[in-house]
């Protein structure tokens, strides 16, 4: 248990609909990443929060998705009129400052959430 | 752009046995190089890195890798694989000005260990 926590582990749904997932990164980490992992894949970048400011997002993250980092705290990461092509493990990623900056900045990965898009 | 190939997608080794793990990388400048361990319903976890100095680096876990520039290649070895070694394992490519948003990983390698 790497200390980030992500829920629900497994989401199943229909077809244009909205999904949330939540992300609890250990606590004193500013820094939160989220990043999605299709099949036989490796992870790819989604976007990036220090405190509460979302400062990046790949262009992989289309309209229909969006992030929030209230307080600095909690992540979530909406999806919205799901599509079979976004069934995937999305994965949520914190570190501290304190673990220096790249590349000695260190990633706690949460297990992730499992979408499946019906 | 940066990229980052891990030709086998699947391998098998007894326990005990050793192991190397390919990864080569297309980067234009000197890159930072990541493995990294990914069981079962668990998060990605940090083997080793290699950025500068001493192109032979240790890991956790009895992991080692060796960055070969000639090559463009950082795989991954393990003198005697334990089963508890079963996993996948990603490599990842880093820029020197660029940070942990910009790694490029691979594809992956399952590897599985038989008895």
């Known amino acids: 248990d790497t200390g980030v926590s992500q829920d629900p582990r497994h989401k199943i749904t229909k077809r244009g609909q909205n999904v949330t997932f939540r992300c609890d990164p250990i606590s004193e980490h500013n820094r939160l990443y989220w990043y999605r992992q299709t099949l036989g894949q490796g992870p790819e970048f989604l976007t990036y929060f220090q405190n509460e400011a979302q400062l990046e997002k790949s262009r992989l993250l289309s309209d229909r998705f969006s992030a929030e980092r209230p307080k600095g705290s909690f992540s979530t990461l909406e999806i919205q009129r799901t599509e079979q092509g976004d069934s995937a493990m999305y994965l949520c990623?914190?570190?501290?400052?304190?673990?220096?900056?790249?590349?000695?900045?260190?990633?706690?990965f949460g297990s992730g959430t499992q979408l499946s898009v019906l | 752009a940066q990229s980052v190939t891990q030709p086998d997608i699947h391998i098998t080794v007894s326990e005990g046995a050793s192991l190397e793990l390919r990864c080569n990388y297309s980067y234009g400048a000197t890159p930072y190089l990541f493995w990294y361990v990914q069981s079962p319903g668990q998060g990605l976890q940090l083997l080793l890195k290699y950025f500068s100095g001493d192109t032979l680096v240790q890991g956790i876990k009895g992991f080692e890798a060796e960055f070969k520039r000639s090559q463009s290649s950082f795989n991954l070895r393990k003198p005697s694989v334990h089963w508890s070694d079963a996993a996948e394992y990603f490599c990842a490519v880093g820029s020197a000005s660029g940070s942990a948003r910009q790694l490029t990983f691979g594809s992956g390698t399952q590897l599985t260990v038989l008895p």
């Open positions: 990623a914190s570190s501290s400052p304190g673990t220096g900056g790249f590349p000695n900045e260190k990633l706690f």
